[in-house]
């Protein structure tokens, strides 16, 4: 039986955790308490926890001089709400002077389902990685996301992390090794590499198996860190596999396919695929807005037969 669970709730818990352990750990939140979990901090330390309301960029302001005056501090909302509205404020704020600021969103990607495309951020990982300073993580599921918001913790310095809104399957063991611009191997393979992030990691494993019953052998890495890109990692795959697909809940411009691109481009050049968003999407469940706009295994497995074809 599947195991599924919410990073976002997943996050909340951890984040309690961490403001038992760490009393310099400082929380903001943008009236969105209750969905990104980060009520559960508010609830056990109100002290250390400020709520702006729908204001981000002062969010951000405040978050910057909280951290100014030495503590760790984590600023949480949806994707949409903590990239794009308060972009200017992040950049200048936080990322020129490197300040140790953890922005953690939840609801990103289409899988905000219902609430529409206002709601859906898709361009939130093009934005963080034009920042220079910013670590930028996009964990594969809730096991990942607590290895990943505790070593965020513990180094200084400004986070992204992206995390999703419905519970999603639970692929990693939790004793499973976790490190910060390191892709994780999840499946060997010979004939393609199918490089995911997100929930798009599960996607990718369920797109090996169809393939490997036609025998091509696909290995499958998990590249939670898009900033910094584990380049070693996307070259290996590269000359040993000699075809890459990549697949992502986020447009083709700037996120992970465009980084793993230039990857390939200064360094071994073979032919890529990616299975990602080209446009907007609209209101649905989840289920339906994925396998409309082509972020299933089908769609990654067909991308891997191209891919081979070209080589």
């Known amino acids: 039986m599947t195991i599924t669970a919410a990073s976002r709730e997943t996050y909340g818990k951890t984040l309690l955790e961490l403001g038992r352990e760490n009393p310099n ?136 992390i992206r995390l999703s809104r419905a519970a999603t399957p639970v692929i990693h063991e939790d004793d499973f090794l976790f490190k910060i611009g390191t892709a994780e191997s999840m499946r060997d393979g010979t004939d393609a590499t199918i490089i995911a992030c997100g929930i798009m990691v599960k996607t990718a494993l369920d797109a090996a198996e169809i393939l490997s019953k036609e025998g091509i052998q696909s290995r499958v890495l998990n590249m939670a860190t898009l900033q910094p890109i584990d380049s070693n990692a996307v070259e290996t795959a590269a000359r040993e596999t000699g075809a890459i697909v990549t697949a992502e809940e986020h447009l083709r411009h700037g996120g992970l396919g465009s980084i793993v691109a230039q990857v390939l481009g200064e360094h071994f050049p073979v032919p890529l695929e990616m299975i990602a968003m080209s446009n907007y999407a609209e209101s649905g469940s989840p289920e339906l807005l994925l396998a409309k706009y082509g972020l299933t295994s089908e769609k990654i497995a067909a991308a891997v037969r191209k891919a081979v074809s070209r080589k």
């Open 25 to 160: 750990v400082v929380v903001l939140g943008g009236d969105l308490n209750k969905s990104t979990f980060i009520h559960l901090f508010a609830q056990e330390f109100p002290d250390r926890f400020f709520d702006v309301g729908p204001a981000e960029q002062n969010m951000m302001s405040i978050a910057a001089g909280l951290a100014n005056s030495g503590k760790t501090v984590f600023a949480s909302t949806f994707a949409v709400f903590g990239s794009g509205r308060p972009y200017d404020q992040i950049r200048i704020g936080i990322s020129q002077p490197r300040l140790n600021v953890k922005i953690v969103v939840t609801h990103s990607g289409i899988t905000t389902g219902d609430d529409g495309m206002s709601a859906q951020g898709i361009e939130d990982l093009s934005l963080m990685c034009a920042l220079p300073s910013f670590t930028v993580i996009v964990p594969s599921d809730a096991t990942e996301t607590i290895k990943a918001v505790r070593e965020a913790s513990d180094i200084y310095g400004p986070f992204y």
